[in-house]
């Protein structure tokens, strides 16, 4: 899975195209969850504290024609449900929002509104944050079948 954020957010531009293998698993006839690899996540139990769900998977619904999915944030006490991952340089980006999209070709493409949160501290946890950025942007999935 490719996500692209729009450059409306003050973030460096490496850190704007985010890479991830990806799966995706049936909840029900139109329910999905996608969990994600690849990188270094956020986990234990500040991720599925309330929600169930990891801090690198989300859900999905749709059918053959639209898809939505949403990388919620439930509650500030549970971060698992949308990204947070510690990038490269050890500092945490954190993605919430929702987007829609249909099928092309063998792809997923779905474009939506994100609010990013953004702890640029280098460190091995990422709350507290000294500092923290956060704005809105434009965001882009999408999911290659391979």
């Given at each position: 899975?490719?996500?692209?954020?729009?450059?409306?957010?003050?973030?460096?531009?490496a850190?704007?195209?985010?890479?991830?293998?990806?799966?995706?698993?049936?909840?029900?006839?139109?329910?999905?969850?996608?969990?994600?690899g690849?990188?270094?996540?956020?986990?234990?139990?500040?991720?599925?504290?309330?929600?169930?769900?990891g801090?690198?998977?989300?859900?999905a619904?749709?059918?053959?024609?639209?898809?939505?999915?949403?990388?919620?944030?439930?509650?500030?006490?549970?971060?698992?449900?949308?990204?947070?991952?510690?990038?490269?340089?050890?500092t945490?980006?954190e993605?919430?929002?929702?987007?829609?999209?249909?099928?092309?070709?063998?792809?997923?493409?779905?474009?939506?509104?994100?609010s990013?949160?953004?702890?640029?501290?280098?460190?091995?946890?990422?709350?507290?944050?000294d500092?923290?950025?956060?704005?809105?942007?434009?965001?882009?999935?999408?999911?290659?079948?391979?």
């Amino acid at each position: 899975m490719t996500l692209e954020i729009g450059g409306s957010c003050s973030l460096p531009e490496a850190d704007r195209i985010r890479r991830y293998s990806s799966s995706i698993a049936d909840r029900d006839a139109s329910s999905f969850l996608v969990s994600l690899g690849s990188a270094t996540f956020l986990d234990g139990l500040i991720c599925t504290f309330g929600t169930g769900l990891g801090c690198n998977q989300f859900l999905a619904s749709g059918n053959d024609d639209a898809v939505q999915f949403s990388l919620i944030n439930k509650n500030d006490d549970g971060h698992g449900g949308h990204i947070v991952e510690q990038l490269a340089d050890r500092t945490w980006l954190e993605i919430i929002g929702d987007a829609s999209g249909s099928r092309v070709g063998s792809s997923i493409e779905a474009t939506g509104k994100a609010s990013i949160w953004r702890c640029p501290s280098s460190s091995d946890y990422p709350f507290p944050c000294d500092n923290p950025q956060g704005c809105k942007a434009d965001m882009k999935l999408t999911l290659t079948r391979q």
